[in-house]
Nanobody
């Protein structure tokens, strides 16, 4: 079974950038959907961006034009480049993965992914 480890979180000022990484071990991302989700204090977990192993992507409206998801199949790693960060982006960011049977938007919207990482904290100061 695939296991996920997220890295790259931290403290950044508004307008700054961070890149999150999600590395898989135990298996590859072949035919998987991999997504980034976030949960702010007192709020539900929400889908940020998802990607399939053939490169199709989905973004939440709140991050379109600012965040970019990418996958390096050779390294079994998915990245989330976050630019123009805002204080409202502050949250714990989780990576998740699941075998793909439906559209990537389905997984991002419903959070029905089998494997989850432990999360990494992103704090954006104003």
């Amino acid at each position: 079974e695939v296991q996920l480890v997220e890295t790259g979180g931290g403290l950044v000022q508004a307008g700054g950038s961070l890149r999150l990484s999600c590395a898989a071990s135990g298996s590859t991302f072949d035919d998987y959907v991999v997504g980034w989700f976030r949960q702010a204090p007192g709020k539900e977990r929400e889908g940020v961006s998802c990607i399939s192993t053939n490169g199709l992507t989905y973004y939440a409206d709140s991050v379109k034009g600012r965040f970019t998801i990418s996958i390096d199949n050779a390294k079994n790693t998915v990245y989330l480049q976050m630019n123009s960060l805002k204080p409202e982006d502050t949250a714990i960011y989780y990576c998740a993965a699941t075998p793909q049977y439906y559209t990537i938007s389905y997984y991002c919207a419903h959070r029905y992914l089998e494997v989850w990482g432990q999360g990494t904290l992103v704090t954006v100061s104003s």
